[in-house]
């Protein structure tokens, strides 16, 4: 084999292992792992969102204002009406956001996940 080619070939898988180190992943099992450069692992637990259909709650901010709109438009007459269905949608947008919240907190959209890293000190 050609000694340039040598070269080049050691220097490739030489770049190749440097970049799969910095690429590993650790887990709640490696944690307080010593590495000779004097990094170690270190884990924390985090709390994360689990993925769900509706994350900004807009179904039960568009229902609430609806309903809240409905609702307000049976109050009062004339301009007095205009103005009860328009802060009746937005306080029923309001009401319905917090209560479509509420019940993602309820069915436990939030998990604590492990996630581990190391760190160099």
């Given at each position: 084999m050609h000694p340039i080619r040598t070269v080049a070939s050691i220097a490739v898988l030489a770049?190749?292992?440097l970049a799969s180190a910095h690429a590993q992943t650790y887990g709640p099992q490696d944690e307080?792992?010593?590495?000779?450069?004097?990094?170690?692992?270190?884990c924390q637990d985090v709390e994360v969102r689990r993925a769900d259909s509706d994350p900004n709650r807009v179904g039960g901010t568009a229902a609430?204002?609806?309903i809240g709109g409905?609702?307000?438009n049976q109050i009062g007459s004339g301009s007095g009406r205009r103005i009860a269905t328009v802060g009746g949608?937005?306080?029923?947008?309001?009401?319905g956001r917090n209560v479509q919240g509420n019940s993602q907190e309820a069915r436990g959209d939030r998990i604590v996940e492990s996630r581990c890293e190391r760190v160099y000190r």
């Open positions: 770049t190749l292992g307080g792992r010593r590495f000779n450069d004097g990094s170690r692992v270190v609430g204002a609806v409905l609702v307000g949608a937005v306080a029923g947008g309001a009401i």
